[in-house]
């Protein structure tokens, strides 16, 4: 598996997400779901993990990259934040893959 974007469906307004070709998409269903299925992923041999939602999306898969996987941070290859404030985007310094 090549790389996998969990994706928080409330999140933000209507953009278009560029991923990368082949990419399985997750759709998260409740609060910490981004968690359990970035660790899944993990488990199943993600080479790349992709966030695309808001800051709690961000944070829950980060959350997931660290709990019984610290060296996976690594694989956080972009964030990809939905929401109008990209605070997340510039504290970590990556680039939005979204257009408007």
């Not at 660290?66 to 970590?92: C, F, H, V, W």
Request: hydrophobic share 35%.
């Amino acid at each position: 598996m090549r790389a996998v974007a969990i994706l928080n469906p409330r999140a933000g307004g209507r953009k278009t997400a560029y991923l990368p070709e082949g990419a399985e998409i997750l759709e998260t269903r409740a609060p910490g779901h981004a968690t359990e299925l970035t660790r899944e992923a993990l488990k199943r041999g993600a080479k790349t993990v992709i966030a695309v939602g808001g800051d709690g999306t961000i944070n829950e898969v980060v959350s997931g990259m660290l709990e019984g996987y610290p060296d996976a941070a690594e694989k956080l290859r972009d964030i990809i934040a939905k929401r109008t404030n990209q605070s997340t985007q510039e504290i970590y310094g990556v680039r939005s893959m979204l257009e408007d």
